[in-house]
């Protein structure tokens, strides 16, 4: 996703982009076959896919537009991976970098440099590859951009959809209430189970009678018509109901209450917003473009937010689909700053039906769907292996705290009772020796 603000005058000056991009193109999550090197995992496909939209930004924000220098500064861009599945976004991340930052911008070294660029094993002589590199500081010139990712713990901010177990219960909840929706999944389950249910299980060779089994199928075959593989004899119809099943359940019942969108775009819109606000700050030393790599439902949920294809509920979001926010410098009337969004390349309304709007509108906007009790919506409730992953540590750890106060509250009570039984006793010798002791 690329969110920008700008003006088609020329004197309108680019000031700041924000960029949340999809995955490339990657191995199926769970369906495994000989092509699959490793479930999850992406692609050279996807490489040159995230490598290509690299070469589409700089383009367009280095050489054309000049937000950019040449060279990647730590200080003015800024770039993010989601930790739920680091090895697929961090390598998409990489491969865009590589396209954003081409060989020759990286970093020289001087004759002296070179002598102390040498790591301390005295086993290897680096003498071979010194000469490969020549004064680069790597190969070919190519700089290192990092990758952030918060890969010690869950990332509410990218990884809601993720991490939140509150969603579930929010979307099965709705789902439940709803008559309409219990209907047409009802509707849709009979029509597949006579169609694509049948197609999937007689060239898969195993019994597909569930929409989440056909859904895993259905990411089999993308992935493998993106790598090029053969997946076998389904019809144009039988991939439709796919698609069918796909909108359904990844969009219309996902996504049927609106707090769900709320809560996955959360954190990403605050950090817009927080990043818009020091824009307007003018420090020079700011954050000019920032990039985020997640996967289609952090995408799906802000096109819900911005009412796109609400009519229908059907959104497709392919492998390394980009959705930018611009922001511009313009007139000072009606707004000094303007914001404008692009959606693969196509520029797409607000919901106000607007093609721009003003950062104060866009901000007002942004508060709108945020959810300022995001951790009673989101962190606190339910179990099992996401947010609440740590819950049954947390009990154990309390009953072993609760546990060893106890102890020590026996044993010191132990111990004053034997001290007043001994002191008793002293009491007792002295009165029967006639002596009084003082005691400090």
């Known amino acids: 996703m690329v969110i920008a603000v700008w ?55 280095i050489e054309d537009k000049g ?10 861009y800024l770039l993010r991976a989601a930790s739920y599945n680091m090895t697929t976004t961090i390598a998409s991340a990489n491969a865009f970098a590589r396209g954003l930052y081409l060989p020759g911008s990286g970093y020289s070294l001087n004759s002296d440099e070179i002598k102390r660029a040498v790591p301390p094993n005295n086993s290897t002589n680096y003498t071979e590859f010194q000469r490969e590199l020549r004064n680069a500081a790597l190969l070919n010139f190519f700089d290192s951009v990092p ?25 099965q909840s709705r789902a439940d209430q709803n008559d309409t929706l219990e209907r047409r999944r009802d509707e849709l389950n009979q029509r597949c189970a006579q169609g694509v249910y049948k197609e999937l299980s007689q060239v898969f060779k195993k019994s597909i009678q569930d929409m989440q089994t056909a859904l895993e199928y259905r990411d089999y075959i993308i992935s493998a018509k993106y790598y090029g593989q053969d997946y076998g004899q389904i019809s144009e119809a039988g991939l439709r109901q796919l698609d069918e099943i796909y909108s359904f359940v990844k969009y219309e019942e996902y996504f049927e209450d609106p707090m769900v969108a709320r809560i996955i775009s959360n954190g990403v819109i605050g950090e817009i917003v927080d990043l818009i606000n020091k824009t307007m700050e003018g420090n020079e030393k700011r954050v000019k473009m920032a990039s985020y790599f997640v996967e289609n439902n952090n995408i799906l949920a802000l096109l819900r937010l911005l009412q796109h294809n609400a009519s229908t509920g059907y959104v497709q979001i392919p492998f390394a689909s980009s959705l930018q926010l611009e922001m511009y410098h313009t007139d000072p009337t009606p707004s000094p700053y303007a914001l404008r969004l692009f959606f693969n390349g196509k520029q797409i309304k607000w919901p106000d039906g607007s093609y721009d709007i003003g950062v104060t509108r866009f901000i007002y906007w942004a508060k709108q769907i945020t959810v300022p009790d995001f951790a009673s919506k989101c962190l606190k409730q339910g179990n099992g292996d996401k947010a609440g992953s740590d819950t049954p540590w947390v009990v154990a750890g309390a009953i072993v705290g609760a546990a060893i106060v106890v102890m020590l509250v026996i044993t010191c009570l132990y111990i004053l009772r034997k001290e007043k039984s001994e002191s008793e006793k002293n009491e007792d010798a002295e009165e029967a020796s006639g002596e009084i002791r003082l005691t400090p």
């Open 67 to 76: 937000l950019l220098g040449e060279q990647y500064n730590p200080t003015e």
């Open 147 to 171: 990758v952030l990712s918060y890969g010690g713990g869950p990332d509410y901010g990218l990884a809601a959809a993720k991490y939140c177990n509150n969603l579930e219960k929010l979307i």
């Open 7 to 61: 003006s088609s005058e020329e004197k309108d000056e680019l000031i700041f982009v924000a960029h949340l991009s999809n995955v490339g193109a990657r191995f199926p999550n769970r369906i495994p076959a000989s092509w699959v090197k490793a479930p999850g995992e992406l692609t050279h496909v996807g490489m040159r896919q995230l490598y290509l939209l690299g070469r589409e930004l700089r383009k367009q924000y």
